[in-house]
């Protein structure tokens, strides 16, 4: 079971520490950072993290791709940094191009309502089914309860966006509330559509602002410039409650004169293209769909056709770019499937069988493409096939669906009764079946067996030397909780008299990380050990250290692998102490021997015990 503490800690360090985090959200698979300076993430570091699957940049983002335990690791680094994470705000300056900063905006908005808008959706999606299969009868209460559960999410999504919006323009969330509560306020609602609507003597063209998504961002990002501009110039008597008032007063009307008819016209636009290629040539927008969504999700831009979706579905009632989607989830499926019937190696058979499940049930398929069929390339250019066969074939049979939902194997009743059912099944098995008969017969470069090479020998436990020149204590004297109760790994702590770190046995260099306040080792016996020079020393950007290694150089015991000038870091307010820890607690679970008092450096520290080594002895 993953450690979401041990992992947590671990990718706050590998991006370079809390000092270096602008901001973070997380979506369905991946923590979503932007940072001060990239140049101080460690990829390497980052994705030899476990509970990691691999790291990618784009969006204006540094993307730490988690899977289905993305929750969970973004709620440890909550709990363990004083910012606690946040959405992106405007007035920290965002840079970069405008379409990385639109993506960026989008992510920060929508992400925090994707799983209630998703789970919201699957409810509707089974009552749907239940409804469509004769369980359930409309005319009941009980329908009318369940009916209010799954759709009220999406009917009032303005209220939600309002809070996300107002969280990423730094605008007062409940004044933003109120805007979009008026927007679906029930006599508001009632007027779509009305002939003769005024406001003041102004032509008001009402339209209809439920489930809406544009409006409710435009107006909540110009609610932010002049309740700034307000709280300057009002007097500090009145403001708090004048500011408010007035932009209420103002924004409300904009929206229905101005921002709501753009948008509106924007909407119906978008969706008479969409409309009209999948009314046309349908083979063939559900072929690029399904084809390019995966490549979407492996820059982390899938999340940016949210907006586009919701605008199809508030000028048509529905979704139908969904199906092809579905396709293309179900095709990656069936691509690792494959790779789990064709392949000989254990370790990516342990990989394979996960991940086959989570795209095919679950529709989160990161596992299974950065673990596997990307790295074997063919699998993943047959997830391609697949998904562009699967696509065509469904969009033919005009499927869409009436519910958000996440598309995946749980989610495929939201599709029933909606379209060529036929074709529905037709596509979406030759989604999963082309590619899996395609890797199964076409095969891919099998990696050869090393999980026997690579796991540590039999009874064999791993002699750790002294790295740097100091006095060994224990590690619960460290001032540090994460270090001091183990959380991170077991070991010791040294407090340094000299500047220079050796390797402590003959490995490989697998995290150097720029700042040069850490590294990690990886013994030849397959013991890892992280040694830490310093708390929170990474805040000091790399001054006083001088790395003399980079990751992936093999080292010998005795190499130096890093200088830090001790006096200076301790006159910058930092405890020097260093703790030395092994890290991969599942191979070797205990410590023993261990040192205490002075110690030169190559002189043993401790002993890392396996846990084969302890299955022996009991």
Request: proline share 6%.
């Amino acid at each position: 079971m993953t450690d979401h503490a041990k992992t947590a800690a671990a990718v706050l360090t590998g991006v370079g520490g809390e000092g270096n985090i602008t901001s973070m959200v997380h979506c369905a698979t991946r923590l979503r950072f932007v940072l001060k300076d990239e140049g101080k993430a460690d990829a390497a570091a980052l994705r030899a993290t476990p509970g990691v699957i691999t790291t990618a940049q784009a969006g204006g983002q540094y993307q730490v791709v988690i899977g289905n335990d993305v929750p969970e690791v973004f709620a440890a680094i909550q709990a363990a940094t004083k910012g606690g994470g946040s959405d992106t705000r405007a007035g920290e300056a965002p840079t970069g191009n405008p379409f990385n900063r639109f993506i960026r905006m989008i992510a920060a908005i929508f992400t925090p309502v994707l799983w209630a808008l998703a789970g919201t959706g699957l409810l509707k999606a089974f009552l749907a089914a239940a409804v469509t299969f004769g369980w359930m009868d409309t005319t009941t209460t009980t329908y009318t309860i369940l009916n209010a559960l799954s759709d009220a999410f999406l009917t009032f999504l303005p209220l939600a966006l309002a809070i996300t919006a107002a969280r990423y323009f730094r605008a007062a969330e409940f004044t933003s509330l109120a805007i979009a509560g008026a927007l679906v306020y029930p006599s508001i609602v009632a007027l779509n559509g009305q002939p003769d609507i005024t406001f003041f003597g102004i032509p008001v063209t009402m339209v209809s602002y439920v489930s809406s998504v544009i409006p409710i961002i435009v107006i909540v990002w110009l609610q932010a410039y002049a309740e700034r501009f307000l709280l300057k110039v009002l007097p500090s008597a009145v403001r708090r409650f004048l500011t408010p008032m007035i932009v209420v007063l103002i924004a409300v009307p904009l929206v229905f004169v101005v921002i709501g008819p753009l948008s509106n016209l924007l909407g119906t636009t978008l969706a008479s293209g969409i409309g009209w290629i999948f009314q046309t040539v349908p083979w063939l927008g559900g072929a690029i769909l399904g084809g390019l969504w995966q490549v979407f999700v492996i820059f982390g831009l899938h999340w940016g056709f949210v907006p586009l979706f919701q605008l199809e579905y508030q000028t048509t009632g529905s979704f139908l770019l969904f199906g092809p989607v579905f396709a293309a989830v179900l095709a990656q499926g069936g691509a690792v499937a494959g790779v789990l019937a064709r392949t000989r190696n254990r370790n990516l058979r342990s990989l394979a069988a996960p991940a086959t499940l989570s795209a095919l049930l679950a529709g989160i398929t990161e596992p299974a493409i950065y673990g596997i069929t990307l790295p074997l390339k063919r699998p993943f250019a047959f997830g391609i096939v697949g998904g562009v066969i699967g696509g065509a074939i469904v969009a033919t049979g005009g499927v869409f669906t009436r519910a958000f939902v996440v598309p995946s194997g749980l989610a495929l009743p939201a599709l029933l009764g909606n379209g060529d059912m036929v074709l529905l099944a037709i596509g979406l098995g030759a989604a999963v079946v082309v590619p899996f008969v395609l890797v199964v017969l076409f095969g891919f470069a099998d990696p050869v067996d090393e999980s026997v090479a690579a796991a540590p020998a039999a009874a064999t436990d791993t002699v750790v030397s002294n790295p740097v020149d100091g006095t060994v204590v224990p590690l619960a004297e460290v001032p540090d909780a994460a270090f001091a109760d183990a959380s991170l790994g077991k070991g010791v702590a040294i407090r340094p008299t000299s500047g220079a770190v050796y390797a402590p046995f003959d490995g490989t260099v697998v995290a150097a990380f720029p700042t040069g306040h850490a590294i990690g080792l990886r013994g030849v016996d397959g013991v890892e050990l992280l040694i830490h020079v310093g708390l929170d020393t990474v805040k000091l950007g790399g001054q006083h250290f001088a790395l003399k290694v980079q990751s992936g150089a093999e080292v010998k015991a005795g190499d130096l692998l890093l200088e830090f000038d001790g006096d200076a870091i301790e006159k910058a307010g930092y405890d020097l102490i260093t703790p030395v820890i092994v890290t991969n607690g599942d191979l070797y679970p205990d410590i023993a021997d261990a040192a205490s008092g002075p110690l030169s450096h190559g002189e043993t520290l401790f002993r890392a015990v396996s846990v084969d080594s302890l299955s022996t002895a009991r």
